[in-house]
C-alpha cells in the first residue's frame, strides 16, 4: 500500500493523478487552512475515486508562521511552520503502522528547499528514520522536478487543477500569500499548455 500526504493543493493533486496511490491522507493539524484544504481535498479524491482518509489532531499550540496563524521565523517564507513535513510523515506512518505501508508519499517539489523540511538532507534523514521502526519508505517522486515540470510530465488535467487550493491564510484564497501566488502561476501555466 501507498499512502500520498494530501492536501488538496497542486503538487499533491499532480501526485494523486499521476501515481494513484491506494491511500489519500488527509491531516487537519490546526493549519488555518484547513477548511479550504479539507474542501478541495474531498472533492478531488472523488473526482479521481481515490480513498481520502481524513484525521484530526490539534498541534496549533506547537506551530510557527502564518499557516498556524503565529509569528514568522522566515521572512523569505512566512509560512515556514518548522517540523511540519517531520510531524505530518510521522502522524502518517503511526495512522497506518497497522498495515506497514510500503511508502509514505510528500509532494516535495524542487523550490521547497527554501524550507529546511524541502531538502534532500531532510528527505534522506527522514527515510532512514523510518526505516529504523518499520519497512515503509519516503518516497518523493517529484523532489527534482519544478511543479511544472511535474504537470507536464504528469498530463494531469488542468481542470482537476481547478479544485485545488494553495492559500496559507484561511479557508478562501488571499490572492497575495505565497500559496496562492505559486498557485495563479501553475494555473495559468496549466491552462496555456491545454491550448
Known amino acids: 500500500m501507498k499512502v500520498l500526504l494530501f492536501s488538496g493543493g497542486v503538487d499533491s493533486t499532480v501526485l494523486a493523478w499521476w501515481l494513484r496511490p491506494e491511500r489519500l491522507l488527509f491531516v487537519k493539524y490546526g493549519q488555518v487552512a484547513a477548511v479550504g484544504e479539507q474542501r478541495a481535498a474531498e472533492i478531488i479524491a472523488s473526482e479521481l475515486d ?41 502522524l502518517a506512518a503511526m495512522a497506518y503502522a497497522d498495515e506497514e505501508p510500503e511508502s509514505i508519499i510528500l509532494g516535495s517539489v524542487a523550490g521547497d528547499e527554501v524550507h529546511p523540511d524541502g531538502t534532500g538532507a531532510f528527505r534522506a534523514a527522514m527515510n532512514n528514520l523510518l526505516r529504523v521502526q518499520s519497512q515503509t519508505k519516503l518516497d518523493t517522486p517529484a523532489a527534482e522536478l519544478t511543479t511544472e515540470e511535474l504537470i507536464r510530465q504528469s498530463s494531469v488535467s488542468p481542470d482537476l487543477l481547478g479544485w485545488t487550493f494553495s492559500c496559507h491564510t484561511g479557508e478562501w484564497a488571499c490572492g497575495t500569500c505565497r500559496g496562492c501566488v505559486k498557485h495563479e502561476q501553475v494555473l495559468a501555466y496549466a491552462f496555456n499548455q491545454k491550448e
Open 50 to 90: 481515490l480513498m481520502l482518509d481524513i484525521r484530526t489532531i490539534d498541534l496549533r499550540a506547537f506551530g510557527h508562521g502564518i499557516m498556524s496563524g503565529g509569528r514568522s521565523l522566515n521572512p523569505h517564507a512566512p509560512e515556514f511552520w518548522p517540523y511540519r513535513n517531520q510531524m505530518l510523515v510521522t
